[in-house]
């Protein structure tokens, strides 16, 4: 079966020091890979997705970007943090169709102080 | 573009009983797939049920269930014989044929979601 795996579960870092959250997914192959943003308990918003090795589209401009090293790993990272960046990500993965509904990790929760 | 609404941003209801949450989407398309989402207070998102737009039949996950009404873009879910643990945020999204123009994703959308408490 598919497992994802999205680390770390809790950050707390301050304005101007970098970033990188990681997601791997088992159990899969070439599966889709995305990152959401989720402020203040609602609303998900689109990131980052990436379709194969070294693609990456993004969806909404900003101080964060994101790598895709291998076929089930996918990066999200920032060189320096802003206060705005503060909130829960979440990494999601779904087979190719659109048909195919997104599986979620567990998320981190990133608070930029 | 497409939307997704979620009318109730909170709803309650009591334990055992019957609730239903509301989802309305806009589309040009007439093929799709709608989903609904359950995010509880340890914030992972969990696949709750999905619905394919060509299939007339609602769809069925043991206590939850859909009225998917495709004439009215609407697509609902209620939860039968509500326990504590429903105690959630509910998104509503809607998964488009359409191919992004980045790649070969397609689009989702999720509603804003709506906040649903169980009273014992």
């Known amino acids: 079966s598919q497992t994802i795996h999205q680390w770390p579960a809790t950050l707390v870092q301050p304005v101007g020091s970098p970033l990188s959250l990681e997601c791997t997914v088992e159990?899969?192959?070439?599966?889709?890979l995305y990152w959401y943003r989720q402020a203040a308990g609602r609303g998900l918003q689109l990131l980052f997705y990436?379709?194969?090795?070294?693609?990456i589209s993004s969806e909404v401009p900003q101080n964060l970007s994101a790598s895709r090293p291998q076929d089930r790993q996918f990066i999200l990272s920032s060189k320096k943090l802003l206060l705005s960046d503060s909130g829960f990500y979440l990494c999601?993965?779904?087979?190719?169709?659109?048909?195919?509904?997104?599986?979620f990790g567990n998320g981190t929760r990133l608070t930029v102080t | 573009a497409q939307t997704v609404t979620q009318s109730q941003p909170e709803m309650s209801v009591q334990e055992a009983e019957t609730v239903t949450l509301s989802c309305t989407y806009d589309?040009?398309?007439?093929?799709?797939?709608l989903f609904w989402y359950k995010q509880p207070p340890s914030r992972q998102m969990i696949l709750v049920i999905r619905?394919?737009?060509?299939?007339?039949q609602n769809a069925t996950e043991n206590r939850f269930s859909v009225n998917f009404q495709k004439a009215a873009k609407s697509f609902s879910l209620k939860i039968s014989d509500s326990q504590l643990g429903d105690a959630a945020m509910y998104f509503c999204?809607?998964?488009?044929?359409?191919?992004?123009?980045?790649?070969?994703?397609?689009?989702?959308?999720f509603g804003k979601g709506t906040l649903l408490t169980v009273n014992p």
């Open positions: 990436s379709v194969g090795i070294g693609q």
């Open positions: 999601a993965w779904s087979v190719p169709g659109y048909n195919s509904p997104l599986h």
């Open positions: 999204a809607y998964r488009s044929p359409e191919i992004d123009s980045g790649g070969s994703n397609y689009k989702l959308t």
């Open positions: 159990g899969t192959s070439n599966p889709n």
């Open positions: 619905q394919e737009a060509y299939k007339q």
């Open positions: 589309t040009s398309e007439s093929d799709y797939y």
